[in-house]
Structure formats: C-alpha cells, structure tokens
T-cell receptor, first 113, second 112 residues
C-alpha cells in the first residue's frame, strides 16, 4: 500500500548546527507535503508546507525541498536551538475523489546546548 | 479563540464498553479529521468530514463511527472498545483540503 518513509528516526545535533530530515513517498498523485512539529505531550503544529508545483520553500531558519521525480522531500533546519528539540512528522496528501494523507513515523530531534 | 478543543483529555475503558469523543472548533472550518497516534507510527487518519452532514472513511476506519451534525462539531464513537484501540486520538480542522490542519490537544484512551 501507499506509505511515507521518514529518516532518520532519531537525530542529535549540537546547538548551531544544521539538521536534515528526509521523507520518501510512494503515491505519485500526492500534491501537498506538510511538516509538523510535536513537542512532548503537545499537539502537532505545522511548521512549513510545500505543494507539488514548487521545488523549494523557506521560512527563516526552516526550508523544505521537493523532488517530484524521485518522490522525495526534505526538511532543513539551520542554526538549531534547544527549543527545536521535538518530534517532526512529514506527510504526503492528495485529493483525488477522496482525501488521503499518509504521515511518516516521525523523527525525534535532540539539540544539545 | 480556543481553536480546536477535544473532550475528554483522558479516558480508561473496559473491553466492550462504548464512548464518544467530542471535537469542537471555533474557526468556521469546513474540514475536520480524526487521527490516532501510536508509538513509532505517526498519525493515521480514521475518518474525515468535508462539511456538515458528511463523513468519509480514512486509512483505519474499522471499529469507529463518526458524525458531523453541526459544522463546528465532529464526534468519534467507539461502539465496542478493544485493547487495540488504546491510543492517543487527535482531532483536527482546516479551512480547505491540502492546507494547514489545526490539531486539538489530544485524548489519551486506554482500553483494558
């Protein structure tokens, strides 16, 4: 069936370094790719998203890139801070005669001060 | 402006019992969703609604029913709870499909 693979499952970086999380999706009809951040015991919150007609999007320290041919998209966080520590989820969504959204299993990011 | 509110926050059920989870949003969103979150598995869509009076199945609908009698409310029902339904349940809403989803604070359900 359709799935989204997310890597790595755990990532530990030093404060100030960059962090990269990668996702690969299987359904080529997917056209919306959000990234959610979930702090411990809290609700998921959108941090950035990208649509299939765009290759890259940036918002301050956060950027997302999309390669539709490879069915691959990545989250880049620069100048990491301790408050970036959380679990990050990618997702691939589509609306073609019905809504479908598949989430990755998540990446736990630790930023060491 | 409360956003998306779920009740209850915690619940313990015995196998075979029934319950209803309530989701309310005050953002006038057309679209609402119910997800479950299990360790190591991300979020999985149970059911969703594209407007008042409409519902549709998601990825894992078995054992659950939903209703959207009012635009602001989306109810998730478990008719006969099973231990496999132990999970954290999140409700979400959005102004349209394929846009930002706003999540509730979650309901931790344990079925014993």
């Amino acid at each position: 069936g359709e799935n989204v693979e997310q890597h790595p499952s755990t990532l530990s970086v030093q404060e100030g370094d960059s962090a990269v999380i990668k996702c690969t999706y299987s359904d080529s009809a997917s056209n919306y790719f959000p990234w959610y951040k979930q702090e411990l015991g809290k609700r998921p919150q959108l941090i950035i998203d990208i649509r299939s007609n765009v290759g890259e999007k940036k918002d301050q320290r956060i950027a997302v890139t999309l390669n539709k041919t490879a069915k691959h998209f990545s989250l880049h966080i620069t100048e990491t801070q301790p408050e970036d520590s959380a679990v990050y989820f990618c997702a691939a969504s589509k609306w073609t005669g019905g809504f479908k959204t598949i989430f990755g299993a998540g990446t736990r990011l630790f930023v060491k001060a | 402006n409360a956003g998306v509110t779920q009740t209850p926050k915690f619940r313990v059920l015995k196998t075979g019992q029934s319950m209803t989870l309530l989701c309310a949003q005050d953002m006038n969103h057309e679209y609402m969703y119910w997800y479950r979150q299990d360790p190591g598995m991300g979020l999985r869509l149970i059911h969703y609604s594209v407007g008042e009076g409409t519902t549709a199945k998601g990825e894992v609908p078995d054992g659950y029913n939903v209703s959207r009698l009012k635009k602001q409310n989306f109810l998730l029902g478990l008719e006969s709870a099973a231990p496999s339904q132990t999970s954290v349940y999140f409700c979400a809403s959005s102004s349209s499909l394929n846009t930002e989803a706003f999540f509730g604070q979650g309901t931790r359900l344990t079925v014993v």
